[in-house]
């Protein structure tokens, strides 16, 4: 299977991005592939915006696509990374227990926040690596990683200088060196989620910046929640007329409503506010472009978020060539 195998999926809070990783888990499922969707900050917004129960570290079908097409959740948490990684690595079996109900586990995960990350990340790194041949676990064809917002994932995603103080040599030190080298390969983009208004851009472009600093991939720009304008680029001139709403108090009347100045003015003032905000996003649309990325938008769903919507954002994603 050629492409990315990893998608990170970052963007500031607000923005839908945990929307975004499920609908481009569902795109990649309805095209066939077997997708493990995992989250890293424990507010089970997966399970949420799938309608499923909350998930753990056990790896669990949330969704079908075609075919062999699946998403299956997963919540990663830092202790159960660790205890894994204690088993894997040091073979410590139930002494990793003894070392949970010390609270030595709790401690390990807490004082060192770049440690943590690493645990949260090496579970990913290890799905991402597992094959077909690899009997440990299921594989797959590709992970999304649902990450932590823009303003944290610059330092999230940079494990290797994180732990540089805490391990210099070491299973940790090499642990942390393979996640770089995978998060550096051409198998792994990050995706940015952000709404076109100017603190969201400008997060999006900060964020773009730094990962390219620290050698990582900018897969994309997806704008998201972006909404039609319910008028035309004629009513939308005529409020700026300089006979002001008299044209649109002939429209009214010619059709047969009865019009007065307090509804006039109402309906100006609303077109106008309409056309500012429309103007600000064709300004924050140019500061995306200016990145020369690829850029996707998913339309604003007006009946919210359900398991149809997920579809309809991740057919989007498909028609505009995103999977």
């Known amino acids: 299977?050629?492409?990315?195998?990893?998608?990170?999926?970052?963007?500031?809070?607000?923005?839908?991005?945990?929307?975004?990783?499920?609908?481009?888990?569902?795109?990649?499922?309805?095209?066939?592939?077997?997708?493990?969707?995992?989250?890293?900050?424990?507010?089970?917004?997966?399970?949420?915006?799938?309608?499923a129960p909350p998930l753990g570290a056990e790896e669990v079908r949330i969704a079908r696509g075609w075919g062999d097409g699946e998403v299956v959740g997963l919540s990663v948490d830092a202790k159960s990374a660790l205890l894994e990684y204690l088993h894997l690595f040091y073979k410590l079996?139930?002494?990793?227990?003894?070392?949970?109900?010390?609270?030595?586990?709790?401690?390990?995960?807490?004082?060192?926040?770049?440690?943590?990350?690493?645990?949260?990340?090496?579970?990913?790194?290890?799905?991402?690596?597992?094959t077909p041949t690899k009997r440990r676990g299921r594989s797959y064809d590709a992970v999304v990683l649902d990450a932590p917002p823009?303003?944290?994932?610059?330092?999230?995603?940079?494990?290797?200088?994180?732990?540089?103080?805490?391990?210099?040599?070491?299973?940790?030190?090499?642990?942390?060196?393979?996640?770089?080298?995978?998060?550096?390969s051409p198998?792994?983009?990050v995706h940015l989620v952000t709404l076109l208004e100017e603190m969201p851009v400008q997060e999006t472009l900060e964020a773009v910046e730094e990962l390219r600093a620290m050698h990582l991939t900018v897969g994309s720009v997806i704008v998201n929640q972006?909404?039609?304008?319910?008028?035309?680029?004629?009513?939308?001139?005529?409020?700026?007329?300089?006979?002001?709403?008299?044209?649109?108090?002939?429209?009214?009347?010619?059709?047969?409503l009865r019009v007065g100045p307090v509804l006039v003015d109402g309906l100006t003032q609303a077109g106008r506010d309409l056309s500012a905000r429309l103007d600000l996003e064709g300004r924050e649309r140019q500061r995306i472009a200016e990145l020369e990325?690829?850029?996707?938008?998913?339309?604003?769903?007006?009946?919210?978020?359900?398991?149809?919507?997920?579809?309809?954002?991740?057919?989007?994603l498909t028609e505009q060539g995103l999977v």
Not at 110 to 122: E, F, M, N, S
């Open 93 to 130: 079996g139930r002494a990793g227990g003894l070392l949970e109900r010390f609270g030595v586990i709790d401690f390990a995960t807490t004082i060192a926040p770049g440690a943590r990350d690493v645990l949260l990340i090496g579970k990913v790194y290890e799905a991402v690596g597992r």
């Open 226 to 256: 972006v909404r039609e304008s319910p008028l035309r680029s004629e009513a939308m001139d005529a409020l700026h007329e300089p006979d002001g709403p008299a044209p649109l108090v002939d429209d009214l009347t010619n059709a047969g």
């Open 293 to 316: 990325l690829p850029t996707y938008e998913l339309p604003l769903l007006p009946h919210g978020m359900d398991a149809g919507g997920l579809h309809e954002l991740g057919e989007a």
């Open 187 to 189: 198998r792994t983009m």
């Open 150 to 184: 823009t303003g944290r994932i610059g330092r999230f995603l940079n494990v290797g200088e994180e732990v540089a103080d805490l391990a210099k040599v070491g299973p940790v030190r090499q642990q942390a060196d393979s996640i770089m080298t995978m998060l550096r």
């Open 1 to 51: 299977m050629t492409g990315p195998r990893l998608h990170i999926v970052s963007g500031k809070g607000g923005t839908g991005k945990t929307t975004v990783a499920a609908s481009l888990s569902t795109a990649l499922a309805r095209a066939g592939q077997r997708v493990l969707l995992c989250e890293v900050e424990g507010r089970q917004g997966i399970s949420q915006t799938f309608d």
